[in-house]
């Protein structure tokens, strides 16, 4: 991200707080480090797997796939207003459903197959939808998702595979962040 100065920031936006979208395959690392975000800043952490669930913002339930039917017009709907309010992070497997123009960076974090099979794992995860996920991991479907989805400058693909990754991830967006609010004074 170091390349990443502030001429490059989306110069349309009116937020005074970017809005950040940390997305990956599951067991990633995308929850927790969103979490340890939206401590160190004014950030609000939405988890958007916990919010279709707790709001129904789906359409059943599939179980081959072990997963919820996303609605995605409901979810966009129940989000609009307050991704317009900005200081969002939204943390979520896929990328392609938000429009394009809520946020201002959007972060792919990124494991290596055997650390992922390892947290899968201990999620007790069914050895299929480990299978499944670790397939997605390696195919960089996620990845290719947010590029084609948001402006190549805007997204940011970062390895965490260890501790002293995820600190080196969160120190990074926060100084982004901080930067960020320097130049969207109001
Ligand atoms: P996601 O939200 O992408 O599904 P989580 O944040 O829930 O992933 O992380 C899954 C598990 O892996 C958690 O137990 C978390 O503590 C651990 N973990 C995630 N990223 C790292 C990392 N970079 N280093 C060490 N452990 C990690």
């Known amino acids: 991200m170091s390349d990443y100065g502030s001429d490059t920031l989306p110069s349309t936006t009116n937020r005074t707080q970017p809005n950040i979208l940390v997305t990956g395959t599951p067991g990633t690392g995308k929850t ?14 939405i988890d958007v797997s916990r919010l279709v669930k707790e709001k129904g913002l789906h359409e059943g339930y599939n179980e081959e796939f072990d997963t919820f039917i996303l609605d995605d017009e409901k979810l966009c709907d129940e989000l609009e207003d307050v991704m317009e309010e900005g200081g969002k ?8 459903v938000f429009p394009e123009r809520w946020f201002d960076l959007v972060i792919v974090l990124r494991a290596d197959n ?12 069914a050895p299929k939808k480990i299978t499944e996920n670790i397939e997605c991991e390696i195919m960089q479907v996620v990845l290719e998702e947010a590029r084609d989805s948001y402006a190549e400058e805007i997204v940011v693909e970062l390895p965490s595979n260890t501790a002293d990754e995820m600190e080196s991830n969160v120190q990074r967006v926060v100084q982004w962040i901080e930067l960020f609010k320097e130049n969207h004074r109001e």
């Open 32 to 45: 927790t480090t969103c979490e340890m975000i939206a401590d160190a800043t004014s950030l609000q952490h």
């Open 114 to 125: 055997g650390v992922l099979y390892g947290r899968l794992e201990q999620r007790n995860y």
């Open 89 to 96: 992070i939204v943390d979520f497997h896929s990328c392609e």
